[in-house]
Nanobody, 115 residues
Framework: QVQLVESGGALVQAGGSLRLSCAASRSIFSIDAMGWYRQAPGKQRELVAIISSGGTTNYLDFVKGRFTISRDNAKNLVYLQMNSLKPEDTAVYYC?????????WGQGTQVTVSS
């Protein structure tokens, strides 16, 4: 089991930046992959970015070049650096962990981008 707690969500103007953090309750060194999902009102939850235990990353096309995912295994933290934010990025952002067949979710953090 691992508990995930997100932080860093806020109200920001379009063009601005935010960094989301996900704190894990135990070592993430052995976790297969960590990721960020988001869910906007009335829409399905979608994968934004994912990073493997080896550091390989993948991104939703819409955020490529603007968002960067990273992990700090020593601090049990995963980050999502978001630059050039757009109103369409407004959503609740969730941290996600995959270990074998197990899936873990955080409670989410709200990001609101005003135009």
């Amino acid at each position: 089991q691992v508990q995930l707690v997100e932080s860093g969500g806020a109200l920001v103007q379009a063009g601005g930046s935010l960094r989301l953090s996900c704190a894990a309750s135990r070592s993430i060194f052995s976790i297969d992959a960590m990721g960020w999902y988001r869910q906007a009102p009335g829409k399905q939850r979608e994968l934004v970015a994912i990073i493997s235990s080896g550091g390989t990353t993948n991104y939703l096309d819409f955020v490529k070049g603007r968002f960067t995912i990273s992990r700090d295994n020593a601090k049990n933290l995963v980050y999502l650096q978001m630059n050039s934010l757009k109103p369409e990025d407004t959503a609740v952002y969730y941290c996600h962990a995959i270990q074998g067949p197990l899936r873990f979710w955080g409670q989410g953090t709200q990001v609101t981008v005003s135009s």
